[in-house]
Structure formats: structure tokens, C-alpha cells
């Protein structure tokens, strides 16, 4: 039987997704609670894999097992040996085809930062923080020459193992609220820290430090040298993947992210 799963989860305390050999990811913590469940190993494979310090609203994830349980058995089972910062938000039967990373069309994330002076205590590790004042208008001007089909190697990270730079980005918009700026941005897959690298490009046009066309002047580059700064970790959400709806997932339900805007 194969069983997928929607995840959240802080990543505040996890070296990201995955183990590493300093640290634990939300992986590891995540099969031991449905190995105790299932009272067999149990490994999954998820829709994105997030680094340290990124969060999850509704991270997907499918595994095969022997062990018959009910969705609420799943989720509340598991959830019963899970860390606070880890929940299973649902548990759902799915056809052997189904695969958490390669069924998925697209994947959602934002960005959220704070823009003022002070540096945020109330929101501390979950966005990021800007002291400059940053103006939204010329930062969406620049996220339009970024949409569409690229090669974005300018925006990967130099150790990316990802087989080829090319992304096709469906959606890239700013809004804010007060002191808040979220960034939103869909794309049919990401290369590693392209959403961060992305954003730091589009704080500096945000801060007056270089013109709107500057973007689309690093997008051709093709070369992260060219690029701003990464952007921290603590402001980005991984929302959702997209899958067809043949699936019948739930992953649109309440996978928003949770800002005020």
C-alpha cells in the first residue's frame, strides 16, 4: 500500500530535510514516528527537499508499507512520536504511480520578510529581516523579467547537483502589509537556493542600490557572481506541490501561508 502525507513543520531547529552529519533533518524524525506506527522501517520520499532553517506548510511525501491503518491512525499515530515542530496534517491512500517529487507539476513557495528598523522578536526565526527602507513597486517591476522559462544558473547555489539550470517560473509577485513583504513564487521546479537568491537580488533593487533592469542583467549572466546576496533562511516557506487532480490530494487545504495578507 502506498500512503501519501502532508507535512508543516519549522525548520528552525533541523539541518534541513535531510540528515547530515552535524545535524538532524525532518526526515529522520519523521520516518521514526511512522516506523513506530506501521512497527516496521518505514522510508519516504518527499516533493521538495527544504535546507536548514526553511519551513514547510504542506510538505508532500509518499511511502509504501505492509501495515494497514487508517488516514486518522496515520496522522494522529505519528504525530503522538513527532517533535512540536513537525506535524502530519494528513494521511491519504494513493495509487502506486503516485510519486511525491516526479508527480508534481509545480511547487509554491514565499518568502516573508520584515522591513523596519528593529529586528523582529515576536517573529524571530520565522522571516527575515531588512533594515533598509525597501519599495515594493520597482522589486515587482524586476520579479516580471524573471518569469517564464530560463536557464537559471545565475540563481543556483554553487553546489546544486540538479542535472540542468533550465526552470520554468509560472508566478512571481510582491505584497505587503505594514512592515511585511511576501514574496510569492511558483515554478515547475527549483534549483537550490533559487528562491533566496532570487529575493536577495530584489532586496537590493528594493533598497535603491541597483535599477530594475539589473535582474533580468543577472538572469543572463548565468553566473552566481554576478548575483546579490542569499537571502536568509528563516523567511522561506515551502507551501505546497502541485499534482494533477486525478490524485485528489489535499494539498491546497489550508496550505496557504500562514501571513496576514
Sequence with gaps: MRIALGIEYDGSSFCGWQSQVDGTGVQAVVEAALSVVANEPI????????????????????FDTHSERTSRAWTLGANSHLPRSVSLRWAQPVPDQFNARFSAEARSYSYLLINRLSRPGLWHGRVSWEHRPLAVEPMQAAAQLLLGEHDFSAFRAAGCQARHPRRTVHRLDLSRSGDLICVNIEANAFLQH????????????????????????????????????????????????????????????????????
Design 43 to 62: 522510508a519516504v520520499q518527499c516533493a521538495g527537499r527544504t535546507d536548514a532553517g526553511v519551513h514547510a506548510i504542506c510538505q508532500v511525501v509518499h
Design 194 to 261: 533559487m528562491v533566496r537568491n532570487i529575493v536577495g537580488v530584489l532586496v537590493k533593487i528594493g533598497a535603491g542600490e541597483r535599477p530594475v533592469e539589473w535582474a533580468g542583467e543577472v538572469l543572463a549572466g548565468r553566473d552566481r557572481r554576478l548575483g546579490g546576496v542569499t537571502a536568509p533562511a528563516a523567511g522561506l516557506y515551502f507551501l505546497h506541490p502541485h499534482y494533477p487532480s486525478t490524485f485528489n490530494l489535499p494539498v491546497m487545504t489550508g496550505a496557504q501561508a500562514p501571513f496576514p495578507f
